[in-house]
């Protein structure tokens, strides 16, 4: 298995797989399967593509490190651009579909629903990390402050379960909710777990533990 992750066809396989959910919905679409509310199915789609592969993208080191398979972390770049794709989708959506591409109207309703400014809120701090992914912004911030600044998607996880709690809230709808919520949780609280217990083993006076992305 990790000979075959560094195997030179392994990235375009991912990336062929990550399109699927994309490929589905222009099937769907061309087809009219999309149910009742096509405009609400897209963007509700968008939304779930999204929250799966910030899922992935987060699943990437605590798998690197439990299966001891450092190959992994090549396919991580991949998957958060495709976290970023998938959000730039759903807000894409929502803006076509729903407000027809009207910017006064939209920049009034991210101010007067929650959930919505949220939601913008996690875009935002989503585009700065994919801006910054690239080799020679990491040359360019450093490696201490770039992996500083890529920890922030730990919040951008945040914003995303409370954009799909608050939106949920309407409709009295959790159970999904508290899917993606539980699984964050697990991926994020392990994180947690090593960096204090690397803080722990790390004998006073030798510095901060190391970043784990």
């Not at 592969?53 to 450092?70: F, G, I, N, Q």
């Not at 204090?196 to 533990?209: C, E, I, N, V, Y």
Request: a positive charge.
């Amino acid at each position: 298995m990790k000979k075959l992750m560094l195997h030179p066809v392994a990235k375009p396989v991912l990336f062929v797989l990550c399109l699927l959910p994309l490929s589905w919905l222009v099937y769907a679409a061309a087809t009219d399967q999309l149910g009742a509310n096509p405009a609400e199915a897209l963007v509700r789609a968008t939304g779930d593509s999204t929250l799966r592969a910030l899922c992935l993208v987060l699943a990437v080191t605590p798998l690197r490190v439990v299966t001891a398979s450092p190959q992994l972390a090549r396919f991580r770049r991949m998957l958060g651009l495709f976290v970023y794709f998938y959000a730039l989708l759903h807000l894409l959506s929502y803006s076509w579909f729903d407000m027809g591409f009207d910017l006064a109207e939209i920049t009034r309703d991210i101010a007067k629903r929650p959930f919505i400014l949220v939601g913008f809120l996690a875009f935002c701090l989503l585009t700065l990390l994919a801006a910054t992914s690239f080799n020679r912004a990491v040359r360019a911030l450093g490696g201490r402050r770039w992996q500083a600044l890529h920890r922030a998607v730990h919040g951008g996880a945040g914003l995303a379960i409370l954009h799909f709690f608050w939106m949920r809230a309407g409709k009295n709808d959790f159970a999904e909710v508290a899917l993606y919520g539980a699984i964050l949780a697990v991926l994020l609280g392990w994180r947690l777990w090593r960096r204090m217990a690397a803080g722990a083993s790390r004998p006073a006076g030798q510095g901060k533990a190391a970043s784990i992305p």
